[in-house]
């Protein structure tokens, strides 16, 4: 019972709010500070991307200490560092990254201003996303530099996510694998 709801919040913490997206930006490969406001929550984590695969390391207090997608395998590893244990998920594309500059199902996009964001020039845009029935409106700051959104919020205000101190480098793989002395967590019948 405690595996499960683990898992269902690490998921909510790294669930985008929208589904199906399409393959990310070309290979590209860095390192950021990621902060995600949803549910009155604020949760901070360090982000390594490369690819098809990320790494998010938990700064909240919680049972999961890293979070790794390997979208290629299809699969998604929850890490619980103190117990040297492992759960395994199927990869759902609701938890994708979103570093795509247009959003999944985007209805609408009007530029309505420029500003600096961590040092970087970014553009800022109002997004609409139809969502079933109803249309989404997010904003979201394009660091044309580095070719990322520096930040993405829905205009109510219910989900915020954002990227600081942002390092374009190569990122080693071994980042994206199971630590050798890990085991995999053990479920009740």
Not at 4 to 17: E, F, G, K
Not at 128 to 143: F, R, T
Request: net charge negative.
């Amino acid at each position: 019972m405690q595996v499960a709801i683990l898992i269902m919040l690490v998921l909510a913490m790294i669930a985008s709010p929208i589904a199906s997206r399409p393959t990310p930006v070309c290979a590209i490969e860095f390192v950021a500070d990621q902060t995600i406001r949803a549910e009155g929550r604020v949760h901070r984590s360090s982000l390594y991307y490369r690819d098809d695969m990320w790494r998010i390391e938990h700064n909240d207090p919680g049972s999961v200490d890293i979070t790794i997608v390997r979208k290629d395998k299809g699969l998604i590893w929850l890490l619980i560092g103190r117990m040297r244990q492992f759960a395994t998920l199927p990869f759902d594309d609701s938890t994708d990254v979103m570093l795509d500059r247009t959003l999944v199902n985007e209805s609408g996009r009007e530029l309505i201003g420029t500003e600096i964001l961590d040092g970087h020039p970014t553009a800022v845009y109002q997004v609409s996303v139809q969502n079933g029935e109803q249309v989404l409106v997010y904003y979201q700051w394009w660091a044309d530099d580095i070719q990322l959104p520096l930040r993405l919020a829905r205009q109510d205000g219910a989900w915020v996510v954002q990227y600081k101190n942002v390092r374009l480098r190569p990122v080693s793989s071994s980042f994206f694998e199971l630590p050798l002395n890990y085991r995999p967590v053990e479920t009740q019948p």
